[in-house]
């Protein structure tokens, strides 16, 4: 059985990792990658997403998400983890052929979901800001998603 996924990640070095084995996974088809603040900027979240696309060959999309929390104030990227740009000591070129779906990740997310009633997975691996904008403009997707993964948590929050 395939698995189809929307990965919403803010791409650090461990979120690098986690689309990687991802696109890689023969019970996966990796529908898109919704980019979201965290490990790194919105900026470099999405400019690292097309990144590991467009060296991969990933035939996913990609659509940039939510820069910020919607409540707290943001508190800045996990620079002294994953460095300046989210990949560590790895800089992707900064032109890339790589795009950006032009929909918000959120509206993205609706659109799949709606698209593919009952077979799609979302899994979020950052901030869940994605997913609650998701929900708040459109409340009957819960109903659509197939399952929601989290791999959620934190430390001194």
């Not at 998400?65 to 992707?92: N, S």
């Not at 993205?108 to 979302?122: F, K, R």
Request: charged share 15%.
């Amino acid at each position: 059985m395939i698995n189809k996924i929307i990965l919403d990640t803010d791409p650090g070095i461990d979120d690098a990792m986690a689309i990687l084995f991802a696109q890689a996974h023969p019970a996966i088809e990796l529908k898109a990658i919704t980019t979201v603040y965290g490990n790194a900027t919105i900026d470099n979240a999405t400019h690292n997403a097309l990144f590991l696309k467009q060296k991969y060959g990933f035939s996913a999309d990609v659509a940039k998400g939510a820069a910020k929390p919607i409540v707290r104030p943001p508190v800045g990227p996990t620079v002294v983890v994953h460095g300046e740009t989210g990949f560590g000591d790895v800089h992707a070129p900064k032109a890339l052929t790589a795009q950006a779906d032009p929909r918000p990740a959120y509206q993205y997310i609706i659109d799949a979901v709606n698209a593919e009633p009952g077979e799609i997975t979302l899994v979020a691996v950052g901030p869940l800001t994605n997913l609650a904008l998701a929900l708040e403009a459109e409340p009957e997707i819960v109903s659509l998603v197939k399952e929601v993964v989290v791999m959620g948590g934190g430390i001194w929050c």
